[in-house]
C-alpha cells in the first residue's frame, strides 16, 4: 500500500502562510497526490493535487520534492476559515482512495 | 467545481430496521464512487468501492450483507445499512470520482445515522 505520514497537528497565526508537510516514501511513479481538508461535520473538500510539478490553484500551491518521497501544501495567507484536518492522499493503481490521520490546522486570530 | 449530493444529511431509525442512503453526482458521470465510516475524532474509513455496472470491492473486515452498496447508474450510488444496530451510528460520506487518476475526488456532505 501508498501510504503517507502527516504530523498530527499544527498551529498558525492568521493570515501568515503555513506550510504543511506529507511524507510518502513508497510513491510509485503513476501515484498521483491528492490533498483534500475536512471541516467539522462535513464531507472533505479537494484541494489541490499533482505528479511531479508543483501546482498552483487558487486555493493553494502544492510544492512536490525532486524524488516526490515527499510534498508540501502551502496555504499563502491562512485565514479563520483554513481551520480544517487537512489529508495528503495517494491515488494509486487501484484507484482507491484511502484516507490516513491526517494533520489538524489550527489557525489562531 | 463538480457537485456530489448526498441525502439524507441526518437519520435516526430504530435498531433492526433499515436505512438507505443516496449519494448522486450532479454534473458528471461518476465511474467509480467510494463509500467511507468516521467515528468521532478519527479519520474516514474506506468501507467499499463501486464502478458502474459492477459489484461493489468491500474492504477486509466490513460486511457486505450489512453494507449493500448498489451503484446503477453514473450518477447515482446507494448504501443500504440492514438491521441497523446502535454500533453502526456513525458518519458516512461518500465521495465521486471521473475516469483516471489524475482526477480529483468530490465528496458529499454526509449522513449522520443515530441507530436507537
Known amino acids: 500500500d501508498a501510504k503517507t505520514t502527516q504530523p498530527n497537528s499544527m498551529e498558525s497565526n492568521e493570515e501568515e502562510p503555513v506550510h504543511l508537510p506529507c511524507n510518502h516514501s513508497t510513491i510509485s511513479g503513476t501515484d498521483y497526490i491528492h490533498w483534500y481538508r475536512q471541516l467539522p461535520s462535513q464531507g472533505p473538500e479537494y484541494v489541490i493535487h499533482?505528479?511531479?510539478s508543483n501546482v498552483n490553484n487558487r486555493m493553494a500551491s502544492l510544492a512536490i520534492a525532486e524524488d516526490r518521497k515527499s510534498s508540501t501544501l502551502i496555504l499563502h495567507r491562512a485565514t479563520l476559515r483554513d481551520a480544517a484536518v487537512y489529508y495528503c492522499i495517494l491515488r494509486d493503481g487501484r484507484n482507491d482512495m484511502r484516507f490516513g490521520a491526517g494533520t489538524r490546522l489550527t489557525v489562531k486570530p | 467545481g463538480a457537485v456530489v449530493s448526498q441525502h439524507p444529511s441526518r437519520v435516526i431509525c430504530k435498531s433492526g430496521t433499515s436505512v438507505k442512503i443516496e449519494c448522486r453526482s450532479l454534473?458528471?458521470?461518476?465511474?467509480?464512487m467510494f463509500w467511507y465510516r468516521q467515528f468521532p475524532k478519527q479519520s474516514l474509513m474506506l468501507m467499499a468501492t463501486?464502478?458502474?455496472?459492477?459489484?461493489?470491492?468491500?474492504e477486509q473486515g466490513v460486511e457486505k450483507d450489512k453494507f449493500l452498496i448498489n451503484h446503477a447508474s453514473l450518477t447515482l450510488s446507494t448504501l443500504t445499512v440492514t438491521s441497523a444496530h446502535p454500533e453502526d451510528s456513525s458518519f458516512y460520506i461518500c465521495?465521486?470520482?471521473?475516469?483516471?487518476?489524475?482526477?480529483?475526488?468530490?465528496f458529499g456532505q454526509g449522513t449522520r445515522l443515530t441507530v436507537v
Open positions: 454534473d458528471f458521470q461518476a465511474t467509480t
Open positions: 463501486s464502478n458502474e455496472g459492477s459489484k461493489a470491492t468491500y
Open positions: 499533482g505528479l511531479t
Open positions: 465521495s465521486a470520482v471521473r475516469t483516471g487518476l489524475e482526477t480529483e475526488a468530490f
